[in-house]
């Protein structure tokens, strides 16, 4: 059973072994998420040649076949191979070293699952199927899309910004809970005006 969780991997290793399209989503969305990528594989397809010159500082490309020594510092590791045996053998030096672990084409070995997600600045919303249907995870995935367009990014940094002046600016938590309510139907420009209000009162 895989328990939902959000995991900080800012500035910490990620390695994803493999050179191949799934191994490529997987390496951009490590590093959406500001994590640092080390990809090992003898082969590669192009965009990978892109995402290193996009990303020099956070990304490390290993042309060689996999081995060990290269995931023994890993935070995490992705095993994107087509090889069968080279996953068996990520599984089991993660294993053995207590190191967190997901192999993309086999669930039942795999310490946790990496679910489709949408990012709009500090809002993130995951979809998953636990892998029964990849298919559907992705179609509701599209749908979430143009619900939460990208204006979503500055909406949120405006509510935390709200709330943290409701927090300061009052005492009594009934009234908190009630102005924390109203916020959230607000449109950008009221709410804009709102913490304008709200930070003159802090003066």
Known sequence: MFY???????????IVVGGGKVALRKVEKVLEF???????????????????????ERLEIIDDKYKDDYIKDAFLV??????????????KYCKENSILC?????????????PSSIK??????????IGKSPTL???IKKELEKVYSHEYEEY???????????????DDEAEKRKILKQIIDMPIQKLKRFIDDERRKGE
């Open 156 to 170: 949120i940094d405006l509510l935390g910004e709200a709330r943290d002046l409701i927090l300061k600016n009052y």
């Open 78 to 91: 992705i095993g994107a191979t087509s090889n069968k045996d080279v996953n068996e053998n990520i599984r």
């Open 34 to 56: 500001q994590g640092m990528v080390r990809v090992v594989s003898p082969e590669y397809i192009d965009n990978f040649k892109d995402l290193k010159n996009r990303f020099s």
């Open 4 to 14: 939902p969780l959000m995991i900080n991997i800012q500035n910490k290793l990620v």
């Open 102 to 114: 997901n192999i993309v084409d086999n669930i039942a070995i795999s310490d946790f699952i990496v």
């Open 137 to 139: 995870a992705s179609k």
């Open 120 to 129: 709009r600045g500090s809002l993130v919303i995951a979809v998953s199927t």
